[in-house]
Nanobody, 118 residues
Framework: QVQLVESGGGLVQPGGSLRLSCAAS????????MSWYRHAPGKQRELVAL???????NYGDSVKGRVTISRDNVKNTVYLQIVSLKPEDTAVYYC????????????WGRGTQVTVSS
């Protein structure tokens, strides 16, 4: 049974920071590309950050320079550090694990709410 469990969300003041975590089980974590997406009310889901199985990273334009994605293949966990939070960062943040092969394996967590407000 594959599980991706996000944690670390909450209410933060503008200008603050958060570190989100996503703990994976049921997959060979090290061979998966791991991503964070977010979905805000009334908006489309957008990619926040991706870290490949080899460690390469890619960031969404709206957060570039303010987020850092990292992974720990021993703890089977991917992290997202966000700094200088803005109200427009308010969204549900989802963890995704994907592997491309003869078929695409694609798993999602249930999300963690991040609210940026004073």
């Amino acid at each position: 049974q594959v599980q991706l469990v996000e944690s670390g969300g909450g209410l933060v003041q503008p200008g603050g920071s958060l570190r989100l975590s996503c703990a994976a089980s049921g997959i060979i974590f090290s061979i998966y590309d791991m991503s964070w997406y977010r979905h805000a009310p009334g908006k489309q889901r957008e990619l926040v950050a991706l870290i490949g199985s080899g460690g390469s990273t890619n960031y969404g334009d709206s957060v570039k320079g303010r987020v850092t994605i990292s992974r720990d293949n021993v703890k089977n966990t991917v992290y997202l550090q966000i700094v200088s939070l803005k109200p427009e960062d308010t969204a549900v943040y989802y963890c995704n694990a994907k592997r491309f092969g003869s078929s695409i394996l694609d798993y999602w967590g249930r999300g963690t709410q991040v609210t940026v407000s004073s």
